[in-house]
């Protein structure tokens, strides 16, 4: 893609760890929840394995502004960063299946897809996982619905709310915060289709000041969960608390990540 500076500054982020305990301090606590379940089915003699490999497709979806596919080691642009660990990974990689060809480099994790797919029960006991983490976290974070219409645009006061509260300038239908690193966090809102289901109306976009064309868009979960993984969990709901639950989710960590390359650059400041 050419010489961007939104790659120069990509370069300083933390990583997945930092981030994801920023977030945690939030009371956001679904992500470890799910990378310890993950843990407890693959085998506690996996933990570091699994923990470098959600580290590495962290680093290398934020460095590729997310135009790679780490699993198949497939990058849509000439990558700044790219993972030796999963090179190796892939290259060792004895257990493709051809049912699941975007299949994940760690058997386990690939076990455990195919069994929620093909195991109701098990399946099941996974809703219901996530379902009581929800609820716990609901709770927690004081979720509140008061003027939810279940209608697309009925998400709007809310978005604007939890933005706002972070500090986001609205224009319009879309927020911003300027970091002093020259990145700009966008949120924005997309909220065409059938006004009667919610989905995933929350866009997300980091550009850098001086280049705005060149920009890592985040729509849906997929990026965030390559970036936290488990944050996925968060979405895909109709009931209003778990739907405004993870409307708050996906703004709070976006503003987590966003966080975290000032946490960056005070570190390298401190050297």
Known sequence: MGDHPIFDV?????GRV???RAFEARGFLIPAAWQNRMIEFCGASQADLLNRYWDEVAMETMRSIGKVHSD???????????????DDLFARRDFADPAVPNGPLIKGLLDH?????SDREFRDKDIAFRKELQK??????????????????GIVPF???FCVALAFKRRRNRWHKNLGCGLIFEVG??????????GAPLVFRIFHESDPECVFEMGGNEAFDRLICGSRLYWASVDPDECILGIRTYIELFDAIAASFGASQQAQNLK
Request: net charge positive; with cysteine.
């Open 10 to 14: 990509l370069g300083s982020w933390p």
């Open 189 to 198: 809102l997309d909220l065409g289709g059938d006004p009667q289901r919610v």
């Open 72 to 86: 198949l080691r497939r990058f849509l642009i000439e990558p700044r960063y790219r993972s030796a660990f999963l």
């Open 18 to 20: 930092p981030t994801q």
């Open 113 to 117: 897809f195919k069994r929620a797919w």
């Open 136 to 153: 716990r976290e609901c709770t927690r974070l004081g979720i509140q619905t008061t003027g939810w219409t279940g209608k697309k645009r």
């Open 159 to 161: 978005v604007d709310e």
